[in-house]
């Protein structure tokens, strides 16, 4: 009998939370044959589960070779963290005139949901919140090229460091910190917004 969605978005929070727990080291090939026996799911059930983690950034997908864990370089990370706060603070100033009701609205939402999430969500729950709340945010952009470099910086990294996300005081954290960006947004405070982006951006979690 097929496994409904619910089942199959469940097999790649299992994975997820296995390569948290270590089960699958950094920069590892995940091999879907091992992961239909591990998980005992079919061919279709582990590609699919797979390209929702690499659209999350849980996992990265390499074309004609397969899908791996990503493997960190402190280093690099932090170059590329330290780019992407420059060009974060920079977007702030971009959005900041297009700030309606509508879309304060629709990001307290989303706090508010990744916050609900803590308690009874997934990894993957959180992940897609977090990416949303984001998305949301720089929606509100007019220098969509600018908007384009942060997504491409993105891309660069895991959506979360696992050593990091693996820890519920770092998620609560994070989850104190959009709500500081979306109360900062209403104030209208270009300075406050921009201190909570960079704190935001600081901890590489987003």
């Known amino acids: 009998m097929s496994k409904s969605v619910g089942e199959k978005v469940d097999l790649a929070d299992r994975i997820a939370q296995d390569i948290q727990a270590g089960v699958f080291s950094a920069g590892s090939w995940l091999k ?17 589960a797979l390209d929702q983690l ?3 950034r849980v996992i990265s997908h390499v074309p004609n070779r397969g899908y791996h864990v990503f493997e960190r370089d402190v ?13 974060e603070v920079a977007a702030v100033e971009d959005l900041m005139p297009h700030i309606t009701k509508a879309k304060l609205t629709e990001l307290r939402t989303l706090a508010e949901r990744f916050q609900g999430l803590l308690v009874s969500g997934t990894v993957l729950d959180l992940y897609e919140v977090n990416m949303a709340f ?9 220098n969509r090229e600018l908007v384009a ?9 895991p959506a979360a460091p696992a050593r990091e996300w693996v820890t519920h005081q770092r998620i609560v954290q ?3 910190e959009h709500f500081d960006i979306v109360d900062a947004m209403e104030s209208r405070d270009l300075k406050r917004v921009q201190k909570a982006v960079r704190a935001h951006v600081g901890q590489d979690i987003s």
């Open 54 to 56: 690499a659209s999350t």
């Open 75 to 87: 280093t690099r990370d932090e170059q590329v963290r330290d780019i992407r706060k420059l060009l």
């Open 32 to 48: 879907q044959i091992d992961l239909q026996e591990r998980y005992d799911a079919t061919r279709l059930e582990v590609r699919r």
């Open 134 to 142: 984001h998305t949301a945010m720089y929606d509100m952009c007019r």
């Open 149 to 157: 470099l942060i997504y491409e910086l993105r891309k660069r990294g």
């Open 174 to 176: 994070s989850a104190k």
